[in-house]
Nanobody, 124 residues
Framework: QVHLRESGGGLVQVGGSLKLSCTASGGTFSTSGLAWFREAPGKMREFVAAIKRSETATYYADSVTGRFTISRDNAKKTVYLQMNSLKPEDTGVYLC?????????????????WGQGTQVTVSS
């Protein structure tokens, strides 16, 4: 069993930055794929970024490429999402997800464990 807990969300102005963290307990974190998704009111859960076991294997949605950076610290069992140049359309609940193999997916149903989410609000 794996438990994921996100932190770092908040209210920020357009153009600002936030860094989200997601810490895991239990399970085999270092060999798992990790991802961030987000949910906006009235919209489906949307893929944001993913990272495989190798920290150089990262993947991003087109909407965040060049602005967001995903990273991981296996010793701390933590995955991060650095978000820069934030826009109002980045507003939503950000959730981290864990896939129990060294891969990734754009599809939420492929992931085995989820955190509760952290709210990010970008004001204009």
């Amino acid at each position: 069993q794996v438990h994921l807990r996100e932190s770092g969300g908040g209210l920020v102005q357009v153009g600002g930055s936030l860094k989200l963290s997601c810490t895991a307990s239990g399970g085999t974190f270092s060999t798992s794929g990790l991802a961030w998704f987000r949910e906006a009111p009235g919209k489906m859960r949307e893929f944001v970024a993913a990272i495989k076991r190798s920290e150089t294997a990262t993947y991003y949605a087109d909407s965040v490429t060049g602005r967001f950076t995903i990273s991981r610290d296996n010793a701390k069992k933590t995955v991060y999402l650095q978000m820069n140049s934030l826009k109002p359309e980045d507003t939503g609940v950000y959730l981290c997800a864990l896939l129990m193999s060294d891969t990734y997916s754009y599809t939420p149903n492929e992931y085995h464990y989820w955190g509760q989410g952290t709210q990010v609000t970008v004001s204009s």
